[in-house]
């Protein structure tokens, strides 16, 4: 195989040495646009190790993690998932150690062995002190055609006594042998076949989880978020609209929204978010003119609604934009960049 045809890939290391400040560093920024990442003074532990590998496989990312050695915390947030935008789902198998993890307010132990999936749309925070993994990184229209499905796949744990935990497992570990065989033109297959073998095998567990009206395909809840997407400056968009628009009972709209958080809720969380999009890159419209832009007509209410929700002022926000402290070199900065860059590809699809 020619290296043009090899998979593109990306290794982070650090671990105990004179340098382990700084490679730390790159570390947590590799992974900034999924995790705040903190890594409890690392530089004081001889038997410090973290590794992080990245595979661009075209519709999808896999990530190989080796941490050990001191604390490491990951959360991510409605902030952050305002500035990254990533709406994707992560499919991880715990080879060896443990973390806990909350979600939706209940934390849970993940243990080797274990299947886990969560989706970069919603909240999570991850706490481990050695922990090895594989992560298969999909867009989430690979997996149910449904959106209330695919919702219902937050948080789920598959725990290594079952056989779909095992399955899983054993195919994802054998991806990852195979990865520096698989060229860059078969590894779309192979990521459908994955993602099929994910979606057939937890299914089950999914549908335990998740409540769907019985009389409306997915196909319409895709359709009302694209409409609301597409309308977030309509003054009566909300409930009552858009029963209107699509047919449907309050019922049925509030079943069809329960899995992430109500109607409501979403409609004020798409209109944060799209403000907040529009003050990191449209540095032409004043705050007011973003507010009136996403639905808010008060600019007083949606600067008070900015702020609970990101943590920021939008005003603050328009200053930093997207940038973040940074103190790496101009080659760690552009190695850190080609996975921010993997990821919004795989993110766009």
């Known amino acids: 195989m020619s290296p043009a045809d090899k998979l593109p890939s990306n290794s982070v290391t650090a671990k105990a040495g004179a340098d382990v400040r700084r490679a730390s560093q790159l570390f947590a920024e590799t992974l900034d646009p999924v995790f705040r990442t903190t890594l409890l003074t690392p530089e004081r532990l001889d038997d410090f190790h973290a590794e992080l590998s990245t595979y661009f496989m075209g519709p999808a990312l896999f990530f190989a993690a080796d941490m050990t050695g001191t604390t490491y915390t990951f959360s991510r947030d409605m902030r952050r998932i305002a500035r990254t935008g990533l709406d994707l789902i992560f499919v991880q198998a715990t080879l060896d150690g443990s973390?806990?993890?909350?979600?939706?307010?209940?934390?849970?132990?993940?243990?080797?062995?274990?299947?886990?999936?969560?989706d970069l749309s919603r909240?999570?925070?991850?706490?481990?002190?050695?922990?090895?993994?594989?992560?298969?990184?999909?867009?989430?229209?690979?997996?149910?055609s449904k959106d209330v499905q695919n919702d219902a796949l937050h948080g789920l744990v598959l725990k290594r006594s079952t056989s779909t935990a095992r399955l899983i497992g054993s195919h994802l570990r054998a991806l990852f042998d195979d990865l520096s065989d698989i060229t860059q033109a078969e590894a779309p297959a192979i990521v459908a076949a994955t993602a099929d073998l994910v979606t057939n095998l937890v299914g089950q567990q999914v549908s335990n989880?998740?409540?769907?009206?019985?009389?409306?395909?997915?196909?319409?809840?895709?359709?009302v978020r694209r409409y609301i997407e597409q309308n977030m400056a309509r003054q009566d968009l909300g409930p009552d609209h858009l029963c209107k628009m699509f047919g449907l009972s309050r019922a049925t709209l509030y079943r069809l929204?329960?899995?992430?958080?109500?109607?409501?809720?979403?409609?004020?969380?798409?209109r944060l978010r799209a403000a907040f999009d529009l003050l990191t890159n449209d540095g032409k419209r004043t705050v007011g003119e973003v507010?009136?832009?996403?639905?808010?007509?008060?600019?007083?209410?949606?600067?008070?609604?900015?702020?609970?929700?990101?943590g920021m002022s939008p005003s603050e926000v328009r200053e930093t934009g997207d940038r973040g402290p940074r103190a790496l070199t101009a080659t760690e900065r552009q190695t850190a960049a080609s996975v921010h860059d993997w990821l919004r590809i795989v993110g766009s699809l």
């Open 209 to 223: 989880r998740s409540q769907p009206a019985p009389t409306v395909r997915g196909a319409v809840i895709m359709e």
């Open 257 to 270: 929204f329960e899995p992430v958080g109500g109607v409501t809720d979403y409609i004020r969380t798409r």
């Open 99 to 118: 973390d806990l993890r909350t979600v939706n307010g209940e934390t849970i132990l993940v243990e080797a062995g274990d299947i886990s999936l969560f």
């Open 123 to 144: 909240p999570m925070q991850a706490e481990t002190r050695h922990c090895r993994n594989l992560t298969l990184v999909l867009p989430r229209h690979m997996l149910f």
């Open 291 to 310: 507010a009136y832009a996403c639905g808010f007509p008060d600019i007083s209410a949606f600067s008070r609604a900015f702020r609970h929700q990101f």
